[in-house]
């Protein structure tokens, strides 16, 4: 079986932010997930958007939140582009986050044989040459 | 007056090749030139004209306008629509609304993209690098891998099925003259599932391949073609389009498409149900798009789209021909104009001009678009036409 890779060499810029995603980049700084929240719906919303998703109002808060959840859907990468090429085969997965919002990210510590739809999984921060961090996941076994 | 009172009265497409020597604008000028011909318009008769987007032309904030001037048109309605690979049959939805409405009488809709050659898209706007980047989601393959296992994990998948749908569009492509020349050789449904993995379960032959190409079509007033004597022509009667389905949730079951409303809308207006439909133009930038558009436009339920194409033959003499020119997969992708090559080819049949490939059946042809990867849904835009020929 080939063995998946878990990215961590690729060589990311930082990610660029907007005025309104700030807040979690800057919470990534000290391995802190938040996510914005619709109080009126009580309602999380991930990515970040300038307003809710379902009201359209701009009051949204930002809570912290675990990072668990379950795998939702994965593929695997066999060939890709710079800074990826070369970095093959890796995890892209997308997670069901406890709050109730998918959120894309790569594995760490996981092969193929652990892999499935389902899956618990936790927060892996792979740091940035800025100081924030990319969230990741890893099995939570 | 309504979209039924407009008529496209011609049609055009270039051969599609894997990188042109050619300027964008020269395979433009032979769209033109030919639906001239064809059609007997004089070039100052056009006062509409609606481009595709392109990847040749992004960056141009004038793309549109840069385009008019290169071809010396004088236009009264004028634009370019950017719904991704939706934007060929969205422009001619726009091109009969415009007409519709009196702002021209006839409109050239122009697709054409040298996206494999010259690729212009330099700091496009977007969440991609903020939320898609970083995880090496760069492109269409690791969305269609996303959303396929997670319809295996819903429903199963069939490989044999999606090979079957490969392996009847290719057929088609080899009998089309026009169809990019490396892939105008037959396949098995073996070589399907032997073909390599690009993002699993992704699989090369479920991939388009980016390519350059050009079509078009002049589209004008039902009573204009008439006069004219242009009654050969092809009437679109139903049309649906949606744009982010659920965007507002957070969770979406991503085997469900807006197709599912957008076909909804077009078939209430054709006053037509799946099972009249006589052949299936969908966009095809993966296989197993195909067989969702089948679920979610009726012809068979949701998750039952394997067992539909197991009992079904696509070729274009069977029960439901598919993508007769070889579809975007078969025939190559001409980059954001590539829905072109769908709409142009169920435009082809419906003027009886198939010739190896003609269909029996030309009472109507259903014709679809798909158009943008969004994060955490299938895509972006959804659009479904049905058109008759001239009744």
């Known amino acids: 079986m080939t063995a998946i890779k878990d990215t961590l060499d690729v060589k990311r810029e930082p990610v660029p932010s907007r005025t309104f995603s700030k807040a979690y980049w800057d919470a990534s700084r000290e391995k802190k997930l938040i996510i914005q929240y619709d109080a009126r719906t009580k309602r999380y919303q991930h990515f970040p958007r300038p307003a809710s998703k379902v009201t359209g109002h701009r009051a949204l808060e930002w809570r912290e939140v675990s990072g668990k959840g379950e795998i939702f859907s994965y593929t695997i990468a066999r060939r890709t582009r710079e800074p990826f090429a070369g970095h093959e085969p890796f995890f892209i997965v997308m997670v069901t986050l406890d709050e109730g919002v998918n959120v894309m990210g790569n594995m760490v510590h996981c092969d193929l044989a652990e892999m499935k739809i389902g899956l618990r999984v936790k927060p892996y921060w792979a740091p940035l040459s800025n100081g924030t961090h990319l969230l990741m996941f890893q099995p939570d076994r | ?391």
Not at chain 2, 72 to 101: N, Y
Not at chain 2, 109 to 132: H, I, M, V
Request: charged content about 20%.
């Open chain 2, 1 to 391: 007056m309504a979209m039924h009172d407009v008529a496209v009265v011609g049609y055009a497409e270039t051969k599609i090749v894997e990188k042109t020597d050619r300027d964008i604008w020269e395979m433009q000028a032979e769209i033109l030139e030919s639906l001239l011909e064809k059609t007997g318009f004089e070039k100052g008769e056009i006062d509409g004209m609606i481009l595709s987007s392109s990847m040749t032309g992004a960056g141009n904030a004038f793309w549109s306008q840069t385009t008019a001037d290169q071809l010396a048109l004088e236009l009264d309605f004028c634009q370019t629509v950017d719904i991704g690979g939706c934007s060929p049959t969205g422009a001619l939805a726009r091109a009969c609304m415009a007409i519709d409405a009196g702002f021209c009488t006839t409109v050239l809709c122009l697709y054409a993209d040298t996206q494999a050659s010259e690729a212009n898209r330099q700091r496009p706007r977007s969440y991609f690098g903020e939320w898609q980047q970083p995880h090496g989601y760069l492109g269409p393959p690791a969305a269609f891998g996303l959303l396929s296992k997670r319809y295996e994990h819903q429903f199963g998948l069939d490989y044999r099925a999606l090979a079957k749908l490969a392996v009847a569009q290719r057929g088609h492509s080899v009998l089309n003259d026009l169809a990019c020349e490396k892939l105008r050789k037959p396949i098995t449904e073996d070589d399907y599932l032997n073909s390599r993995m690009i993002a699993d379960p992704i699989r090369l032959l479920d991939s388009v391949m980016v390519c350059d190409g050009a079509s078009g079509l002049i589209v004008t007033s039902k009573k204009n073609a008439e006069k004219r004597g242009l009654n050969k022509c092809v009437v679109p009667i139903g049309y649906g389009e949606r744009t982010n389905y659920r965007a507002r949730d957070n969770i979406v079951d991503v085997t469900e498409t807006g197709h599912l409303p957008a076909g909804a809308r077009a078939f209430a207006q054709a006053g037509l149900k799946a099972s009249d439909i006589a052949s299936f133009h969908p966009y095809d930038d993966f296989i197993i798009a195909i067989m969702m558009q089948l679920e979610m436009l009726g012809f068979c339920k949701h998750g039952h789209g394997c067992d539909f194409v197991k009992s079904n033959d696509f070729t274009h003499t069977g029960s439901l021909p598919l993508n007769t020119g070889g579809g975007q997969i078969s025939a190559g992708q001409a980059g954001l104009a590539g829905g072109g090559t769908n709409l142009i080819e169920a435009v082809r049949q419906l003027f009886g001009e198939g010739g190896k490939r003609q269909v029996k059946n030309t009472k109507n042809a259903l014709v679809t678009g798909i158009g943008g990867i969004p994060y955490g849904r299938n895509w972006a835009s959804s659009v479904v036409m049905i058109m008759t020929p001239n009744a």
